[in-house]
């Protein structure tokens, strides 16, 4: 991995302060770590490899050397801890924009937080807060991306379910050039959500989404609902309709496409 070559790209403020690892546990932890002693808004780490790399609701990421992306970058928004939902929006948005410009692949967004290509998992986002009641100290958005890596090589529970960039096009590509390109729009995006724009982003999203328009199964806690994802509220919520034509939202979940 050439930071230099990273560095190079960015044309915004997200990334000038770059921490590169070759392992470590988790980029998350290393950045909630750094956020807690000032560093400042904007503050990358990346790593080559992962040994506690994890997804939502702890579950392990499966987090190889010298393929993919192991990414977080630290973020102090001024927004209210009810809307955390859509830093992990943000960053979705900014994700799939940059994979779609570098590979010209239809990268979709699966909500709440998996980038999805072709119905597999390319991807996911993790966004962990630290808050006091009104208020969000700092935020760590995490981000993983499968990029160079070999499907073949994963556990046959994750190959099922997952892919990459090389298994979809048959190419290698530069981790530089997108996490260059992805801290971009993971700039432009984060700028627009400051600036209260969230209609705008929201819109965007709604562009990129493959769950809206779905029947869906989502799995909150300890119950599960099936119903229609028809559109998502301005904090970010799933509005979920019910097959008795109520309207549920969901604040967060884990989804399964029925059709």
């Known amino acids: 991995m050439k930071i230099e070559d990273i560095k190079a790209g960015i044309k915004g403020e997200t990334g000038r302060e770059i921490f590169f690892y070759e392992t470590v546990g988790s980029t998350n932890t ?8 000032g560093a400042q808004e904007g503050t990358v780490i990346i790593a080559d490899s992962q040994e506690k790399g994890r997804g939502r609701l702890g579950r392990h990421w499966v987090s190889p050397p010298g393929v993919n992306i192991y990414m977080s970058i630290i973020l102090r928004p001024k927004i209210k801890p009810k809307d955390v939902t859509l830093l992990t929006i943000m960053a979705a948005v900014g994700c799939t924009a940059a994979l779609r410009k570098v590979t010209g692949l239809n990268v979709t967004i699966k909500w709440p937080n998996d980038l999805i290509l072709y119905d597999k998992k390319l991807g996911g986002i993790l966004a962990e807060v630290k808050t006091a009641p009104k208020e969000i100290i700092f935020a760590v ?3 993983g991306i499968n990029v160079n890596m070999d499907v073949k090589a994963l556990p046959d529970d994750v190959k099922k379910i997952a892919t ?8 290698l590509y530069s981790r530089e050039v997108i996490i260059a390109e992805m801290l971009n729009e993971i700039g432009h995006w984060y700028k627009t959500l400051k600036e209260m724009k969230r209609d705008v982003l929201l819109s965007e999203w709604q562009k990129l989404t493959s769950t809206l328009g779905r029947e869906v199964q989502v799995l909150t806690g300890k119950e599960t609902f099936t119903g229609l994802a028809e559109s998502i509220d301005d904090e970010g919520m799933l509005k979920l309709r019910l097959p008795d034509g109520l309207l549920k939202k969901i604040s967060t979940g884990d989804i399964t496409i029925v059709r």
């Open 164 to 171: 990459s960039v090389k298994n979809e096009t048959g190419k």
């Open 141 to 143: 958005t995490g981000i």
């Open 30 to 37: 290393i950045a909630a770590e750094l956020a807690e002693k």
